[in-house]
């Protein structure tokens, strides 16, 4: 392969290179699927500012530091830990690997339910539909269907594994730039249209007004994992692209820019649900259906319907494609580095390994729905599993690896470039790393448990 990912020396030939890719791994089901269910769970607004707030102080800071890390040792998550803490903080690059395993196998679930939508689309079948009730039928009988999403599933499997095998990610990293700033034009004439409908108001305020009698240990922990998880960090995928990130570039400013666009990208796709949910009378809190529910309602109410979604969930399918590729990357790396395996052959076994795992993920929606653990099905078992716990918990042992057992030298050095940028807010930075980032995300698990009352 001789894609973004690739091993060093490569580094990513400009600024705007290593924005758009970082964007592109970041900008994905996430942001368009995954923050407006959550959201709708979460009861809206409330959850929504815990969700920035998350993003801003934890989320930020937590990135930073990934980048640095992959910077400082030019490895990925594995290596890098062991680089720079020794044997001892390699577990911490092993439970990213295996987090990132557990997000493929349910990911790539939902990414064939998109390449499903977009079938449908392109035949016409999914104009042909008018009513709510018809929307909801065609996503619950896709969905527990007992073969049809398993073979969508692989089907996308499929094309990612033949678009990072044959070398193409270069190509796809080139086409991203055209298509990321188009998927961000149809989200924003999306968002238009759906706050011009009628009885949309009632789906806005739900968004943006708070109520804060929501919120709930259980909520909080949501919305940092939604961060995590929309950010892309919490499991060292952004070690592996902070070590293509060029000596030159500012890690602070790429970090605040893909975070800038990322989190937009999931606002706006709340302006186009919860206007939309309100205005045809879908329940926000309908789960991982809510947005599969919701958009060919908003699409039929556009003139040449059909080219609207054909086109969208075609953009959708590639968005996913490139953040897929991140999570493939850091599985494929830790077989060549650590079993020996050629990138070839290790490229292989994380593809059959996650087809073999999201079948079974696909079919616990349908025919296999009466297995539940803790009440939840294996497909929301692994989503909850890897967002609410696995990512924050990465994220807080990252942080105290850098706020306290990393040489401080190394950190500040990749921050300012070796003195060439300002410190600026270094040490507020350094201040939420080491303090605010652990406690908070500690405090949080502990009033999960029940413990702060
Ligand atoms: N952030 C991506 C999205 O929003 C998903 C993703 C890609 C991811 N790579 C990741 C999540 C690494 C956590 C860690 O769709």
């Not at 973004?4 to 368009?32: D, H, M, R, W, Y």
């Not at 922990?221 to 950010?231: D, K, R, W």
């Not at 259906?289 to 054909?310: D, E, G, H, K, Y």
Request: hydrophobic residues 50%.
């Amino acid at each position: 392969m001789s894609g973004p990912l690739n091993e060093n020396p490569v580094k990513f030939s400009s600024k705007l290179t290593t924005i758009l890719v970082a964007a592109g791994c970041s900008v994905g089901l996430g942001n368009i699927w995954r923050f407006p269910y959550i959201t709708g769970e979460g009861g809206g607004a409330a959850f929504v500012i815990i969700y920035l707030l998350c993003i801003i102080f934890i989320g930020h800071p937590v990135m930073i530091s990934e980048f640095a890390l992959g910077r400082a040792t030019h490895r990925s998550a594995v290596g890098a830990y062991k680089a720079l803490g020794g044997r001892k903080w390699s577990w911490l690059g092993y439970n990213g690997v295996l987090t990132a395993f557990i997000i493929m196998g349910f990911y790539y679930v939902v990414a064939g339910w998109t390449a499903e939508y977009l079938v449908v689309s392109v035949s016409g079948e999914l104009s042909k539909y008018s009513e709510v009730s018809e929307y909801k039928e065609l996503f619950n009988g896709f969905v527990s269907h007992p073969w049809k999403p398993v073979l969508y599933t692989w089907l996308f499997i499929f094309v990612n594994h033949l678009v990072i095998h044959m070398g193409v990610a270069k190509g796809l990293e080139r086409v991203s730039k055209v298509l990321m700033p188009m998927l961000f034009v149809i989200l924003i004439v999306l968002a238009v249209n759906s706050l011009l409908l009628p009885n949309s108001w009632e789906g806005l305020v739900f968004f943006l007004k708070p109520d804060f009698s929501k919120l709930s240990p259980e909520v909080v922990l949501m919305a940092v994992g939604q961060a995590f998880f929309s950010l892309s960090i919490g499991l060292g995928a952004l070690i592996a692209y902070g070590s293509y990130i060029p000596k030159g570039a500012d890690l602070r400013k790429t970090a605040t820019q893909v975070t800038i666009l990322d989190t937009s990208v999931a606002f706006i796709s709340g302006l186009i649900i919860f206007p939309a949910a309100a205005s045809v009378g879908i329940d926000p809190g309908a789960g991982p259906a809510l947005v599969f529910q919701t958009l060919p309602a908003i699409f039929n109410m556009l003139p040449w319907s059909m080219l609207w979604s054909s086109v969208f969930f075609l953009l959708l399918v590639i968005a996913a494609l490139t953040s897929t590729m991140s999570l493939h990357e850091v599985v494929t790396v830790y077989l060549m580095e650590e079993w020996g395996l050629p990138r070839r052959i290790g490229t292989y076994v994380t593809s059959i390994s996650v087809a073999l795992l999201s079948a079974v993920a696909s079919l616990s929606l349908g025919v296999g729905s009466g297995f539940t653990i803790f009440g939840l099905t294996l497909f929301d078992a692994m989503d909850y599993l890897t967002a609410n716990l696995m990512l924050p918990i990465g994220g807080l042992c990252t942080c105290i690896f850098v706020g306290w057992w990393l040489e401080r030298k190394i950190f500040e050095d990749q921050i300012t470039n070796f003195g060439e940028l300002k410190r600026g807010d270094l040490s507020l930075m350094t201040f939420l790393i080491r303090y605010i980032c652990p406690i908070t995300l500690f405090a949080m698990f502990l009033d999960n448990l029940g413990f702060l009352g």
